[in-house]
């Protein structure tokens, strides 16, 4: 219902009259307007800044409101189509307005450049040929920031993170963190230096220290790792992978059982997230990924892989997947992930497959099991927004598109041939449970056997033990 949409206004306060003035700030129909408060504190503003979004999100401009004479201009606008990726755009107004660091895709790939108080383009400053990510820190006196940034070692996964220097010239442009995996750092109190920690699924934790320049320093020994491959720590291996396009590559990992006997058999498990705004596949090291590598150990072959669609971090080709399609984008990717698992690994089952997942994972785990009935023979689904005409309008309208009614779970029930059960929490305070009614309803309509599990008091974030022991034994019963 239209005459639902929230709506914005912006009005100023007049202290010597003590009165409100209203200010015409619109420019979109059903606009969204958010106030931009990360000024730089050492210095005045005499300027208000927001930002206006259409409610297509195709389009972001940013605005100053002078007090004074109460005039709106816009200062810089970033037109994406068929989406803005809002997840990594940003603004920075720094040095009393007179710097504005604007994030944009206008190359195709994500790039910063640097725009006066007035709306003027000064320069590039970097990305265009990688994908710039989030500010990390800025100097303004140094006129210098740092920033992530994806996909910069073209040879290497463009999922990790490394982190760059530049002046807000575009000079000095380097990369601080070269050595290969995900990384993070942390500056020290001076911010003279920073450690760096590095790793990937497949690799343990490296340290270093740096100079701010990125200058090794030392490298610092690596932790103890003898406790854990003792203990009997199984290392996941990395895949790299096609799109069912057979040209966009996907990254993930797989999870094995332990040592594969020659010529045995392992079922296959699917742990995936289609976004469209995060995938949920591991960048760095851990002991365990969602509990998959647990579940591996049980005799499965778990797979973990970053669908088409499914992340911001890839370019605006690959995050807009979903637009109009909400409902079946990703699902292809995983039946042709599985099926080169198997070209490759021949202790692969391709006769016993199983999915699951929480959330979009529970929708996406529902629509596969629906769309390849054969190919998909036990999925437990969390959680799943299986109707996304009744999920929150931040996403339906962001990633399908405002208007069209999103094709929905439910028109495929009478598909349904393998086990499948469904589980939600019955507080959910995100994907309403009305989602999993409706699946459950639309089964019983098609004469459909499912399972169901209701958790007392849970919210959207269910996880735990016993969590965990139902989808085991689930797999453990029927794959």
């Known amino acids: 219902n239209d005459s639902l949409v929230t709506r914005y206004g912006m009005y100023l306060l007049d202290a010597n009259k003590q009165e409100l003035v209203k200010v015409d700030i619109d420019r979109f129909k059903d606009q969204e307007v958010k106030l931009l408060l990360n000024y730089h504190k050492a210095h005045e503003y005499d300027k208000i800044y927001f930002t206006r979004k259409s409610r297509g999100n195709d389009t972001i401009q940013l605005c100053d409101l002078d007090p004074a004479t109460r005039q709106v201009r816009v200062l810089a606008e970033e037109i994406g189509k068929p989406i803005v990726n809002e997840l990594l755009h940003s603004v920075h107004i720094l040095n009393g307005g007179n710097d504005i660091i604007w994030w944009s895709e206008r190359e195709g790939l994500a790039a910063y450049y640097l725009y006066n108080k007035d709306g003027e383009l000064q320069n590039k400053i970097a990305g265009g040929d990688f994908v710039a990510g989030t500010v990390f820190n800025i100097d303004t006196l140094g006129r210098s920031f740092v920033f992530e940034g994806y996909g910069y070692y073209k040879e290497r996964n463009p999922y990790e993170k490394y982190y760059f220097s530049v002046g807000f ?122 509990d998959n590598a647990a579940l591996a150990r049980m005799g499965f072959v778990v797979v973990n892989v970053g669908l088409i669609g499914s992340s911001p971090l890839r370019g605006p080709q690959f995050y807009s997947a979903s637009q109009g399609n909400l409902r079946d984008y990703a699902v292809d990717d995983v039946k042709y992930v599985v099926e080169q698992v198997a070209q490759r690994y021949s202790f692969a089952d391709t006769s016993r497959v199983g999915i699951y997942g929480h959330s979009g994972g529970g929708f996406l785990t529902v629509t596969a099991m629906l769309k390849y009935p054969r190919f998909f023979k036990v999925g437990v689904s969390v959680s799943g927004n299986h109707d996304n005409n009744i999920y929150a309008k931040f996403w339906g309208e962001t990633y399908n598109g405002v208007g069209p009614k999103i094709k929905t779970n439910m028109e495929l029930a009478k598909n349904l041939q393998g086990k499948l059960l469904l589980m939600t929490g019955d507080v959910d305070d995100n994907v309403h449970p009305a989602n999993t009614y409706r699946m459950v309803d639309a089964f019983i309509k098609a004469d459909k056997r499912i399972d169901m599990f209701v958790i007392p008091g849970a919210d959207h974030n269910m996880y735990g033990n016993y969590y965990n022991k139902l989808i085991h034994h689930y797999f453990i019963n029927n794959l």
């Not at 343990?204 to 932790?223: N, Y």
């Not at 009997?232 to 990395?238: D, F, H, L, R």
């Open 169 to 290: 010239n575009g000079r000095k442009f380097k990369c601080l963190t070269p050595s290969q995996g995900n990384h993070a750092i942390e500056y020290s109190k001076s911010k003279e230096y920073f450690t760096d920690t590095y790793s990937s699924p497949d690799k343990f934790p490296q340290k270093e220290i740096r100079s701010v320049k990125g200058k090794l320093v030392r490298k610092l020994p690596a932790a103890d790792t003898m406790a854990l491959l003792d203990y009997g720590w199984i290392k996941p291996v990395a895949l790299e992978l096609l799109s069912s396009d057979n040209k966009t590559k996907l990254y993930g990992v797989m999870y094995l059982p332990g040592k594969i006997d020659p010529g045995a058999k392992y079922p296959v498990i699917c742990n995936m997230y289609p976004g469209p705004q995060t995938d949920l596949v591991p960048r760095s090291f851990a002991t365990d990924d969602n």
